[in-house]
């Protein structure tokens, strides 16, 4: 694992500006119909390794590359993508060999849909006879700054008491199944999972496109167990940008934490190589994921108040500042705010200091039969600890929050995020598939 001092530094030349960002044909049309463009040409300047969070921090383009390699995985502190693809999987096969090519034909899949080329010898250069390899709705489409960050479900290190893939010793002790929290409504088809992956791009297509590649390169192997298509970032990790509004029209992620803010991410975000011991050593530069699929009763909220509104969330819904104040980067008040509302109640100052990276999605998926739209927030949070983070955090939104009337978490998972892929030699899990190995019977990966 390399060391965080190293990725303090920014990397420009690990982007493409949106103006030199290649579409995914022209790739094509560079290396020749028929040309299998290997690692080696896929190595171009999005593709360069090492820098970590500070890698995006310049890809304000749209259209850009966001490098794949580097000590942390991309997604997490890089400024939010508009859009979002979030996959859970279930893996189908029994055979630990068999998800290790998975895992690694992914990894490939993965570097080359970021740096905006096809999979494999792409959509139309392949033999006529057999299907492409790459599904060809990205073609043409910029890089659109697509990201995508995998991470691990407790299930794969053990299910129903079974050590599955000889991963039980590495399993990280932060790695906990999240409690029950008053008010939760968990639809298990839409909660759990082997394996994750968030796609996130400012194309949606460019996202749905990386999921569905993957999905397909997993047939046989793994299926979809559930997904979530997001749009309308509810965060920033952008302190200059403009922040963004939620389904209940207040700006959101205002108090996030920084992509750019390098003492937060690596003391409340990034997993410190002393935090986990032995067999889970592995999720040193890595972290945990909390993802919520939170439905809102729209409705109702449509039918309150301005006053009540803002008095639940403990902030004005204009400008967005918290009680007391007048802007919206003022620092909060907590004692002006009711003692139920929502920042008050989510504030560090009342937990203890806690703190996570928000990253979550607006969705609306229809309706839900009886005319109301099934619409919500898709909680996405990156945490070093579950366990001093969200769980306490929702705990007592949970029991507390004035939110909660108009909410419903309806679906729930948690997910160990690994460190990044280092370079193209490198592919998502080897620590700990590496370690595993070393810890129990020797098998290799
Ligand atoms: C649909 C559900 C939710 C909505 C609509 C919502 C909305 C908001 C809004 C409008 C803010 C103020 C702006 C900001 O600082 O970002 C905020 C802040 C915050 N929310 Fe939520 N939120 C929801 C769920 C959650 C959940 C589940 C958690 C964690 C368990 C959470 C944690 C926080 C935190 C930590 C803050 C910042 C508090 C501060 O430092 O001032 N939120 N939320």
Same mark, same amino acid.
């Given at each position: ?15 493409? /500006? ?9 790739? @094509?049309?560079?290396? #020749?119909?028929?040309? &299998? ?25 749209? #259209? ?29 096969? *029994? ?5 290790? +090519?998975? @895992? %690694? ?11 905006? +080329?096809?999979?494999?010898? #792409?959509?139309?250069? &392949? ?14 489409? *910029?890089? /659109? ?43 298990? &088809?839409? /909660? ?25 390169? #997993?047939?046989? *192997? ?12 509810? /965060? ?27 003492? %937060?991410?690596? %003391? ?8 986990? %011991? ?5 999720? &040193? ?110 705990? +007592? ?49």
């Amino acid at each position: 694992m390399s060391d965080d001092s190293t990725q303090d530094t920014p990397a420009p030349a690990q982007e493409e /500006s949106a103006g030199t960002a290649p579409s995914r044909r022209a790739v @094509l049309g560079w290396g #020749g119909a028929g040309l &299998a463009l290997g690692a080696a040409a896929a190595g171009g300047a999005a593709l360069a390794t090492g820098g970590g969070e500070d890698r995006t921090v310049n890809a304000a383009g749209s #259209g850009a590359a966001v490098a794949f390699h580097g000590g942390h995985q991309a997604g997490i502190a890089t400024p939010v993508q508009d859009r979002l693809h979030f996959a859970a999987f279930d893996v189908k096969t *029994k055979d630990r060999a068999e998800l290790v +090519r998975l @895992l %690694k034909d992914w990894t490939r899949a993965a570097e080359r849909m970021c740096a905006g +080329r096809e999979v494999g010898e #792409g959509a139309i250069s &392949a033999l006529d006879a057999a299907p492409p390899d790459d599904t060809g709705e990205a073609l043409g489409l *910029k890089p /659109s700054r697509l990201t995508l960050t995998i991470g691990f479900g407790p299930t794969l290190f053990e299910r129903d008491g079974e050590d599955r893939f000889g991963l039980r010793a590495a399993r990280p002790e932060a790695l906990v199944e999240l409690p029950h929290f008053p008010g939760d409504n968990l639809d298990p &088809a839409r /909660s759990g999972g082997d394996l994750c992956v968030q796609a996130c791009a400012d194309d949606p297509q460019v996202a749905v496109h990386a999921i569905r590649n993957l999905a397909r390169i #997993g047939f046989g *192997k793994v299926t979809v167990r559930w997904s979530q298509l997001g749009f309308g970032k509810t /965060s920033s990790t952008t302190p200059d940008a403009q922040t963004p509004r939620n389904m209940m029209g207040f700006k959101d992620g205002t108090r996030n934490i920084a992509g750019t803010d390098t003492a %937060k991410l690596r %003391k409340h975000v990034w997993v410190d190589g002393r935090d986990e %011991k032995g067999a889970a050593a592995w999720m &040193a530069g890595g972290s945990y994921l909390v993802a919520r699929r939170i439905r809102m009763h729209i409705e109702t909220w449509d039918r309150t108040s301005l006053r009540e509104q803002e008095d639940v969330i403990g902030r004005d819904k204009g400008e967005g500042a918290p009680f007391g104040k007048q802007k919206e980067h003022d620092e909060p008040l907590l004692k002006a705010m009711l003692p139920d509302s929502h920042v008050r109640l989510a504030h560090p100052d009342t937990n203890g200091g806690a703190m996570m990276l928000r990253r979550g999605y607006s969705f609306t998926d229809g309706t839900d039969g009886l005319g109301r739209l099934d619409a919500g927030l898709f909680f996405l949070a990156y945490q070093r600890d579950v366990r001093d983070a969200f769980i306490p955090v929702q705990g +007592r939104l949970a029991r507390k929050d004035a939110l909660m009337e108009y909410l419903q978490h309806v679906g729930s998972g948690v997910f160990a995020m690994p460190p990044g892929v280092v370079d193209t030699g490198d592919w998502w899990g080897r620590g700990l598939f590496e370690k595993a190995a070393d810890q129990t019977d020797g098998k290799g990966a």
